[in-house]
């Protein structure tokens, strides 16, 4: 006789979209923006959402991943002569 093994479900979202699922006004506040901004986001695919019925809602870690994807690094300057 064979047993069966049970498998886990396959997750239904990606990592992305999992957690907390922040409104275009919280992650307007977050941003420190007005809400034409996420807005504006979401129109031009630039963030990651999900439709909650007629209603959009921003997974918070979608939002981090965009902030630290404008994260710029400041410049080292050096002088002639000197190591880096």
């Keep these: 006789m ?4 049970r498998q ?4 239904l979202l990606p990592e992305l979209a999992r957690g907390k699922l922040l409104t275009v006004e ?4 977050r941003l420190n923006t007005t ?3 996420p ?5 031009e695919r630039r ?15 979608a939002l981090e991943a965009f902030i630290a994807a404008g994260v710029v690094e400041p410049m080292t300057v050096t002088r002639r002569g000197e190591a880096a």
């Design 47 to 61: 963030i990651t959402f999900i439709h909650v019925g007629r209603n959009v809602r921003i997974p918070e870690a």
């Design 39 to 43: 807005r504006r986001l979401i129109a």
């Design 35 to 37: 809400t034409r901004f």
């Design 26 to 29: 919280e992650a307007a506040e």
């Design 8 to 11: 886990e479900p396959a997750p």
């Design 2 to 5: 064979t047993r069966k093994t």
